[in-house]
């Protein structure tokens, strides 16, 4: 079993920018690939950001691209979102996840991750 922390939401005016970062332990290795997805209120869980156990391989929902970036650190088992450019379609609650495997390409779907963390709230204010 993976157990995933999330940290650093909160309150940021548009514009404004957030670090969120999630701790891995447990059966942790960095053979996982690792992202996040985010939830509003009357919607569905989707896809944000994912990077690949090696590091070097990334995937981000269109409507981040070029505002956000996810970076992870293999030997603190962490896995971080830089926030940028925040607007206020970007307040949900956001989720840490995992999948374990060596994976050739970065699922984008909920039914491929295995672990979930409890979530964070951002709210970002117009």
């Known amino acids: 079993q993976v157990r995933l922390v999330e940290s650093g939401g909160g309150l940021v005016q548009a514009g404004g920018s957030l670090r969120l970062s999630c701790a891995a332990s447990g059966r942790t290795g960095s053979t996982y690939t690792m992202g996040w997805f985010r939830q509003a209120p009357g919607k569905e869980r989707e896809f944000v950001a994912a990077i690949r156990w090696s590091g070097g391989m990334t995937n981000y929902a269109d409507s981040v691209k070029g505002r956000f970036a996810i970076s992870r650190d293999n030997a603190k088992n962490t896995v971080c979102l830089q926030m940028n450019s925040l607007k206020p379609e970007d307040t949900a609650v956001y989720y840490c996840?995992?999948?374990?495997?060596?994976?050739?390409?970065?699922?984008?779907?909920?039914?491929?991750?295995?672990?979930w963390g409890q979530g964070t709230q951002v709210t970002v204010s117009s």
């Open positions: 996840t995992a999948v374990a495997g060596f994976l050739l390409t970065i699922p984008r779907s909920l039914p491929e991750y295995d672990y």
